[in-house]
């Protein structure tokens, strides 16, 4: 699923996305159906999703499961926990060597420290 021109959907967009460095886990099954899970770093995070670059080609639509350490709720005393997650595969593009996957959470939805105003 290509979307090189970068126009589809962009006037859709509801949640506002950050450009942002924040490290999480992923476990899923590849285009080629071998299972993988790697740890990497989210590109850009919005409350329903979360784009990555990977050397791994996905399937759209594919599901895949989902950790981001110290992103989940507060509990007294004890401080945020992980926040764990399926996603769907929703884009793929081909950067040089790399994929840049987009993902849209299943369910549960991410807190922002941020403003998502549009």
């Given at each position: 699923m290509d979307n090189s021109d970068g126009s589809a959907g962009?006037?859709?967009r509801v949640q506002k996305r950050v450009e942002v460095t924040m490290p999480f886990h992923v476990r899923g099954i590849d285009a080629h159906g071998v299972e993988f899970e790697e740890s990497t770093e989210a590109v850009q995070v919005s409350r329903r999703g979360l784009s990555f670059l990977t050397r791994r080609e996905l399937k759209p639509l594919a599901v895949v499961t989902l950790l981001i350490p110290g992103r989940g709720p507060n509990r007294p005393?004890?401080?945020p926990t992980d926040f764990f997650t399926t996603?769907?595969?929703i884009n793929i593009f081909k950067e040089g060597e790399l994929y840049r996957v987009g993902?849209?959470?299943i369910?549960?939805?991410l807190t922002m420290y941020s403003?998502?105003?549009v």
């Open positions: 962009s006037e859709r005393g004890v401080g996603a769907a595969v993902l849209r959470f369910g549960a939805t403003s998502e105003t």
